[in-house]
């Protein structure tokens, strides 16, 4: 994943724009950069944030760094922003999303006459270049950023800086959120509109699908409409998004809140009663104080994850030290678990390998049941869309992995099946799921009620990694 910020003041703009992008590490782990324009042009610092937070890196670059404007990024991939010298001027970028049809693009790039491109590690491209070398094709920059729009199957949110103000532009389908705050000495562009509220901003404009804009100090202009049509990623609401972060006028932690309380609606059916219910620190917390709101058992935290000095689960890039990361932050309260009942509530259910981990946790320290309550449906397809995952294949979802072994080679015929929760693949799925990760009782919320919890209309949403809808 990934999400950026830029700012443009009457101002030095350094220390804004540091907090800013700051205020953005919870969406990335590998990287972090910061790019500023000041008389002197442009300067830009990029740092390895895996093993050091981005304050204590870009510390020292603060106090060296000037500018009125400047942009800055959290990284997942790629090290970025940018700088790009080229026939359109000077710029910087920083980009949020993912080209699927990466190797078409570069095909395309190549046979009109592109010649090479900078090797990162493991021979991949940096897409930031990629979508810089599209901009260039064309004869103005707003013209280069409507054929990214176009040419990019995947999804492209960009900031892109010149030496006079900023671009902002969301992708074409809106998958992911851009957001412009406002205070009295300039304009900001944030991917989360927390991160500029603590800055003394206040929000002006959410960008829609493909609106493209550009702002400096004294104002913001239009230069191309927002697109009706949108596919906002409802995976940002469940695990991804900020607590106090809101999209598309949805706050996170009210949804998540709304989630939890859906699925005590639905285990109302059931005679499960629980001692407790504890929620996956930290995306599964909010749902599971909306679980316990709605059904009156008592929210507790039988287990506390140790942060700080370790780091998050997903940053490693070997699954064995992911395993071994989550495995060693969850410190229990014996007194709550042993004897205990438990419903324990996590944002998803990807591998399978962490939760299975923290369920034996629960039950070597003492539990007699764990009920386990997903935040989301099953995931049976990778996301095209976003860099959620290191996953090379479908296969790496447990999902995706118990239909193969219950189905064969006609697994990828009948997914539609195991995407329905009336049917009787789907409760097999489950079932399977179930036993495999040692749970006492497993149900997964709806996609129906997902898409109620988050309560925007529903063809504004993208579920394809639960049901493959594009």
């Known amino acids: 994943m990934g999400g950026f910020f830029g700012v443009a003041s009457k101002t030095d703009c350094v220390l804004d724009l540091f907090y800013g992008v700051d205020y953005h590490s919870h969406l990335g782990t590998r990287r972090g950069g910061m790019a500023t324009c000041s008389e002197q042009g442009f300067s830009r610092a990029i740092h390895n944030i895996e093993n050091s937070p981005f304050r204590t890196k870009f510390d020292k670059d603060v106090n060296e760094m000037q500018g009125n404007i400047g942009i800055g990024c959290i990284s997942d991939y790629e090290p970025q922003p940018l700088l790009i010298q080229s026939h359109l001027g000077s710029f910087a970028i920083a980009t949020v999303g993912k080209i699927h049809n990466r190797d078409e693009v570069l095909k395309m790039i190549y046979e009109n006459g592109h010649t090479h491109f900078q090797e990162m590690s493991g021979g991949k491209i940096n897409a930031t270049e990629l979508i810089a070398s599209l901009i260039c094709k064309k004869d103005t920059i707003v013209d280069g950023i409507k054929y990214v729009q176009e040419v990019v199957d995947g999804s492209m949110t960009l900031l892109l800086m010149t030496k006079d103000g900023i671009y902002a532009a969301r992708d074409r389908y809106g998958r992911t959120p851009l957001i412009i705050g406002k205070k009295e000495d300039g304009y900001c562009a944030s991917f989360e509109n927390f991160a500029f509220k603590s800055l003394g901003y206040h929000q002006y404009k959410e960008l829609g699908p493909a609106e493209i804009v550009f702002f400096t100090a004294d104002g913001i202009e239009v230069l191309s409409e927002a697109q009706k049509e949108m596919k906002m990623c409802s995976f940002l609401w469940v695990y991804y998004g900020y607590p106090t972060s809101s999209y598309e006028g949805v706050n996170v932690e009210e949804m998540r809140y709304k989630c939890g309380s859906m699925l005590a609606k639905r285990d109302q059916e059931d005679d499960v009663i629980p001692n407790m219910v504890a929620g996956v620190p930290d995306s599964g917390i909010a749902h599971a104080i909306g679980y316990a709101n709605e059904s009156g058992v008592p929210y507790a935290r039988p287990f506390i994850k ?33 004897d205990k009942s438990l419903l324990l509530i996590d944002d998803s259910i990807v591998r399978g390998t962490q939760l299975r981990e923290t369920t034996e946790f629960l039950y070597n320290s003492g539990a007699k049941e764990v009920h386990v309550r997903p935040a989301c449906p099953p995931l049976l397809y990778g996301c095209k869309y976003l860099n959620f995952s290191r996953s090379n294949s479908d296969l790496d979802l447990i999902s995706r992995r118990i239909i193969k072994e219950i189905e064969g080679d006609n697994a990828d015929n009948v997914l539609d099946e195991y995407a329905d929760p009336n049917t009787e693949r789907y409760a097999k799925l489950v079932e399977e799921i179930r036993k495999q990760q040692n749970f006492t009782t497993l149900r997964f919320h709806r996609l129906d009620d997902l898409i109620a919890s988050i309560g925007i209309e529903p063809c504004k949403l993208c579920t394809y990694c639960f049901n493959g809808k594009e």
């Open 306 to 338: 140790y942060t700080p000095t370790w780091a998050r689960s997903f940053m490693p890039t070997s699954q064995a030290q992911r395993n071994l990361v989550a495995k060693r932050k969850l410190i229990p309260v014996p007194s709550l678990i042993e």
